[in-house]
């Protein structure tokens, strides 16, 4: 086994005067793909933090490798002190780093490394921050929410570069499919404890909840013990006259064992306030148009959403994904074109940015308006501490102002806003951000259910591809296409739009050739027919594709080996490069056996 590279023992950490953290342990050894999960307000952040050595805890032990290096991705940059943001990154590499590796990464990430760090946007600021951390190739990487702010396209790059990365991964993260993608073992880390399954987080959901259903079981077995010990005691005792000293320090101590049990958190009860139905119509648009400056972020726009679609927008950030909404919820005018509204419109908005929330509010004047301490969910008042605590909020927190809540609560307080609203259009902005994986699941379902018509934004693709009917995203020069099924559909539908350019393309290339060279007597051959290499191809690239599918399994097992790193750092190396070529290979030969049977399939019909 690989010797660690870091080890937290029986940490213990209490903020306030409750225990964050109690007896958590971790591992982090070379090679390790581990995720770090756990509900919001669990503890993970900080666990990270004490992994990194940026935060000492109240007991335990933290062991770092002298000759490892560790880099860790804050979940926000702090860009003090620094001009430019090459400035930043660079000061993030180690004394034996190549500066030149910084500047690849700037540039990869798409960043300008003359800019201002104060004055970047979110996602650049994001980059920049992972820019830093990626840079100096470090030993381990420590990652808290690295996604956050992402588009799909950064999203995506992140994940290839992080498959290839010969660094050790602690990732937190809300995305499931980044998550399921990276991860090749789990820790938990609950009610202040933490438990390693070693597999990926594919499998940690059902693992968690056989976990809590056994303890559950525990608990009824412990708690029918403490009614036999007190029926025991209220008559065996009495009977005999005799106390029985051992039994009813048995007794005590279960009893004691019940009250200091830390229970499972609840999970969030999301119900959405239902408004009338709308018309049959909702949105359509024809020829729309609108842009800022120079600049189209939609040109000659035509869509039509009629009730109970499921629309989700995606895109790069800064590609008009926020200017579609508004205009398609009347929020803006077009420069051009028409836009038509249904009728009976009942439109409820939750803004990413959460700038409707007024940092001096508390939870409560934030959920009543100020008025009373009644919600009123369907037509049905309920007190607002009740409602709090379908979302998580202690009944103490009704006073909280909002300012100290954080990011995750006040997602879910944002949530608990929106739903409170009756609606028939539900207009979502990333309300993924911040939220932890049950709350998504549970947001899910309630979006499942929901009888009227969502229009989403989102980066979260495993969430996209659970929710939406349909997918709207742009293709360049202002123009956006709606495609059918969600993200992975769309990715397949766009897969097979440039399989079909190409052979038109070919198709015309061919065209030319022939219509330009001289001609000859016909051979028999006729057009579309297969050639002899093509025929030989198609025999052979079977055989090719199996041969490539079983390097990958090879190699990938070697890699997972977790002393590979440390016993042969050339054959890893080595092993990294090899899968990355044989994969690129792979996909090659599969479209082109795809072209060619299709071809055959074509002359036989």
């Not at 620094?82 to 500047?103: E, K, N, Q």
């Not at 607002?384 to 202690?394: E, H």
């Not at 693709?461 to 059918?484: C, H, M, Q």
Request: net charge negative; with cysteine; proline share 3%.
């Amino acid at each position: 086994m690989a010797p660690p590279l870091i080890t937290l023992k029986d940490i213990q950490l209490t903020f306030g005067g409750t225990p964050l953290l109690e007896s958590a342990e971790l591992t982090v050894a070379a090679g390790d793909r581990i995720c770090l999960v756990g509900r919001n307000g669990s503890g993970k952040s900080t666990l990270l933090k004490i992994a990194a050595g940026f935060l000492e805890p109240d007991h335990g032990e933290r062991f770092q490798h002298p000759n490892a290096s560790v880099r860790y991705l804050a979940q926000e940059a702090d860009f003090s002190d620094f001009a430019t943001v090459r400035d930043y990154v660079v000061a993030g590499l180690g004394p034996t780093d190549d500066h030149y590796a910084a500047d690849y990464m700037i540039s990869d990430l798409g960043l300008n490394g003359t800019d201002d760090p104060e004055r970047l946007s979110g996602g650049e600021a994001r980059r920049a921050a992972l820019a830093r951390a990626l840079a100096a190739r470090p030993d381990v990487l420590l990652l808290d929410e690295p996604t956050n702010h992402l588009d799909l396209t950064a999203i995506e790059w992140l994940e290839n570069h992080l498959k290839s990365t010969r660094s050790a991964l602690l990732l937190i993260s809300h995305d499931r499919r980044f998550l399921e993608t990276l991860s090749r073992s789990t820790v938990w880390l609950d009610r202040g404890r933490t438990r390693r399954l070693e597999e990926s987080f594919a499998s940690f959901e059902d693992w968690r909840d056989k976990v809590l259903e056994e303890e559950e079981l525990e608990r009824h077995k412990l708690d029918r013990k403490i009614v036999r010990e007190d029926q025991w005691m209220h008559g065996g005792v009495t009977g005999r006259r005799k106390r029985n000293v051992r039994r009813v320090r048995e007794l005590r101590a279960m009893r004691q064992e019940v009250r200091d049990q830390r229970h499972s958190v609840g999970s969030v009860r999301l119900d959405v306030a239902e408004g009338s139905q709308s018309g049959k119509l909702i949105v359509e648009t024809k020829n729309l148009s609108k842009g800022y400056g120079e600049t189209d972020l939609i040109s000659g726009l035509n869509l039509k959403i009629m009730r109970g679609d499921r629309l989700g927008v995606i895109g790069p950030n800064g590609v008009g994904k926020t200017t579609l909404l508004k205009l398609l919820t009347g929020q803006i005018e077009p420069d051009s074109g028409t836009i038509r509204h249904g009728a009976s419109l009942e439109v409820v908005t939750l803004d990413q940015r959460r700038d409707e929330l007024d940092p001096n509010w508390t939870v409560s004047d934030a959920l009543t308006g100020g008025r009373g301490d009644q919600v009123v969910i369907n037509g049905k008042a309920r007190h607002v501490a009740s409602y709090m605590k379908d979302f998580l909020f202690l009944p103490e927190q009704r006073l909280s102002p909002i300012r100290v809540l954080s990011g995750g609560e006040r997602a879910r307080l944002m949530l608990a806003r929106a739903l409170a609203k009756p609606s028939n259009v539900l207009v979502l902005d990333e309300p993924t951000n911040d939220l932890d994986l049950e709350t998504l699941d549970l947001l899910q379902e309630l979006l499942f259910d929901y009888p009227g018509t969502l229009l989403l934004v989102s980066h979260d693709r495993d969430f996209l591809d659970r929710i939406v009917t349909s997918v709207i995203a742009p293709t360049g020069n202002g123009e956006w296409t709606e495609y059918a099924g969600g993200y992975s559909d769309m990715l397949a539908q766009r897969k097979g739009e440039e399989l079909t350019k190409r052979r038109k393309t070919e198709a015309d290339s061919s065209d030319r050739k022939a219509a330009t060279a001289p001609s000859e007597p016909s051979r028999g051959a006729s057009k579309g027919k297969l050639s002899f290499k093509e025929k030989h191809a198609l025999e052979t690239l079977p055989g090719e594709i199996a041969k490539l599918e079983a390097e990958i399994g090879a190699l990938s097992k070697k890699l997972g080996d977790a002393e590979l790193f440390t016993r042969d750092r050339a054959q890893f190396d080595a092993a990294s490069a090899r899968i990355a070529e044989a994969q690129q290979r792979l996909e090659d030969a599969e479209t082109r056996w795809l072209e060619l049977e299709e071809k055959r399939a074509a002359q036989v019909g």
